[in-house]
């Protein structure tokens, strides 16, 4: 059964300051790696990919991949209350495969 | 360009009544994808349409559902009789073949179906 695991939250962090988000996944072949950002009641918002070890940076949003470890994890700096959501972690095989989702981390940025 | 869209955002119906959800994927796109989310559990993948052919079923929980895409674009997904634990949010995506971004799938915001 392949899995991605996230710690629920809710995770506070102040205005201005460093959100960090973390997820493990335990299919080795996984190939691509995704962070979608949820608001109550609406759509699944894709905010990174990666697919190779390392770093990938995107404005305020910084993704950290490492196979060897199945880790993958999500920084936001300079937190704004508008990043209060549910962080998904997902993954998946490949091209067109499907997505195995974790059910998600929620963030409360505190004004 | 418009979006992934689900019809309707909310579904109430009995338990033994039949429900019917559609998705509009994006246009041009030949993958469009099923996945669900009960409460408390994470989104799960339910199947797979590539164009109009069922690419992957395995996420199907049974013969209750039934999903279809004729003519390769809008696809439905059928429960009947609903029952109680198909309760749940009921997630559309798609996503383009080749090119750039060809795995990166788009997601509709969702029908809410509670079976009563």
């Known amino acids: 059964q392949k899995e991605v695991e996230q710690n629920s939250g809710p995770l506070s962090v102040p205005e201005g300051a460093i959100a960090s988000l973390n997820c493990t996944y335990s299919?080795?072949?996984?190939?691509?790696f995704f962070w979608y950002r949820q608001y109550s009641g609406k759509s699944p918002e894709l905010i990174m990919s990666i697919y190779s070890n390392g770093d990938k940076e995107d404005g305020r949003f910084t993704a950290q991949l490492n196979k060897a470890s199945q880790y993958v994890s999500l920084l936001i700096r300079d937190s704004q209350p508008s990043d209060s959501a549910t962080y998904l972690c997902a993954v998946n095989g490949g091209q067109d495969d499907k997505i195995i989702f974790g059910k998600g981390t929620r963030l409360h940025i505190l004004p | 360009e418009a979006g992934v869209t689900q019809f309707p955002s909310h579904s109430v119906i009995e338990k033994g009544q039949t429900v019917t959800l559609r998705c509009d994927p994006i246009s041009g796109h030949d993958n469009l994808y099923w996945y669900r989310r009960v409460m408390g559990k994470e989104i799960k993948f339910l199947l797979h349409f590539v164009k109009e052919s069922k690419q992957d079923e395995s996420g199907m929980p049974n013969n209750r559902f039934l999903a279809e895409r004729t003519g390769g674009t809008y696809s439905t997904l059928k429960v009947q009789p609903a029952e109680l634990e198909d309760s749940g949010v009921y997630f559309c995506?798609?996503?383009?073949?080749?090119?750039?971004?060809?795995?990166?799938?788009?997601f509709g915001a969702g029908t809410r179906l509670s079976v009563l």
């Open positions: 995506a798609s996503s383009s073949s080749g090119g750039l971004g060809w795995n990166i799938q788009y």
């Open positions: 299919d080795r072949v996984s190939q691509s």
